[in-house]
Structures are given as structure tokens and as C-alpha cells.
């Protein structure tokens, strides 16, 4: 299963369910090369606009999603 598109907020919430429905430590492992996969996509279409805007509004809810994640497992 994927994104529904290739807009940034389809994608984000997919890997927002990914995370949700991680089971071991393994797999959150998987998930940060997704989200680092995904920060490099924003990087690469809007250098201008990533910094700081899409790193504090997408990334970095991802990253904390992920760490809270992994403290449960």
C-alpha cells in the first residue's frame, strides 16, 4: 500500500499510518529511512521553501510521531 497521490500531505499521512501500525523496533527502523527518503523529496523540489517551513510543519511532527512510537514498543 502507498499514498493515494504524490502530494506531500497524502504522503505524509501515510507515513503517519505506517508509523501507527509498526510492531517491533525493526520496522520503526524501516519508517525513519521512509521519512529521511521523504525530507530528501521536499529538499530536492523546493530547496527555498523546505527551510524552516516544511521541516517544522511535516517533518519534524513525523520524527516526533516515530520516537513516541518507538518508546511504546
Known amino acids: 500500500m502507498g499514498a493515494i497521490s504524490n502530494h506531500y500531505g497524502d504522503i505524509s499521512n501515510w507515513i503517519g499510518k505506517t508509523i501507527k501500525s509498526c510492531k517491533t523496533q525493526e520496522q520503526t527502523f524501516a519508517v525513519d529511512k521512509l ?3 521523504f ?3 521536499l529538499i530536492s523540489k523546493s530547496p527555498s521553501d523546505y527551510c524552516p517551513n516544511q521541516y517544522y510543519d511535516i517533518i519534524k511532527p513525523l520524527k516526533a510521531q516515530l520516537e513516541c512510537k518507538r518508546e511504546n514498543l
Do not use: S, Y
Request: hydrophobic share 15%; proline share 0%; aromatic share 0%.
Open 39 to 41: 525530507q530528501n523529496k
Open 35 to 37: 521519512i529521511k527518503n
